[in-house]
């Protein structure tokens, strides 16, 4: 059974690009969450998506968007990026509403 | 929306110390996870625990949801324990999690 996976790793844009972070979810669930940590703080709910479908949404402006696939991976999309877009981008995965199991994450610096 | 505080915010212990971590919550949560953050920024689960006590070998877990809070122990600290600890509640429909601020935990040889 293979875990949460997420590329790139590590990300470096300039203010006003647009970002693209990718996540593979656990064999056998069907629902990938986002979250956003900036340094020194919590992770904050981003959104989540089951089945294709957005779920639920945290506090984040529309420039944030997702997608995810009939194979249930995922993607963050981030437009017009901001200096405080800076941050640990984490995906989780989970089966409907069960535990959810944390990727390695992303790091993207906006310069 | 709900507040989750978590308390202290960083800790220091030298080696072989026990030490506990607390998380309190400002409303009914469906669930409360503990996480350890290690220093590379990977989330790993410790304990799934809307009530009771569990254990797993040197970490033990208490949810008291009645009173809104919730407590890790951790016994003889080793510094592989070292990173930042959170706590993190569901609420409502669905599983979207709402983090502490998460304790900084240093563990000295």
């Known amino acids: 059974e293979t875990g949460v996976t997420q590329s790139p790793t590590h990300l470096i844009k300039t203010r006003g690009q647009q970002v693209t972070l990718r996540c593979s979810s656990q064999s056998g669930h069907n629902t990938v969450s986002w979250y956003q940590q900036a340094l020194g703080q919590g992770p904050q709910f981003i959104f989540q998506?089951?089945?294709?479908?957005?779920?639920g949404r945290g506090n984040f402006p529309p420039r944030f968007s997702g997608l995810q696939f009939p194979n249930y991976s995922s993607e963050l999309n981030v437009n017009a990026l901001e200096l405080d877009d800076s941050a640990l981008y984490l995906c989780a995965s989970s089966r409907g509403v069960e535990t959810q199991y944390f990727g390695p994450g992303t790091r993207l610096l906006v310069l | 929306g709900i507040q989750v505080e978590q308390s202290p915010p960083d800790l220091i212990l030298q080696e072989g110390a026990n030490s506990t971590l607390r998380c309190n919550f400002s409303d009914s949560v469906n669930n409360l996870q503990w996480f350890h953050q290690n220093p590379w920024g990977q989330l790993i689960n410790l304990f799934y625990i809307p009530s009771g006590t569990k254990q797993n070998g040197r970490l033990s877990a208490t949810t008291v949801a009645t009173e809104r809070y919730s407590l890790l122990y951790i016994s003889s600290s080793q510094t592989t324990d070292s990173g930042v600890y959170f706590c993190?509640?569901?609420?409502?429909?669905?599983?979207?999690?709402?983090f502490g601020g998460g304790t900084r935990l240093m563990v000295k040889p």
């Open positions: 998506y089951y089945r294709e479908e957005e779920n």
């Open positions: 993190a509640v569901e609420e409502g429909a669905g599983n979207m999690l709402t």
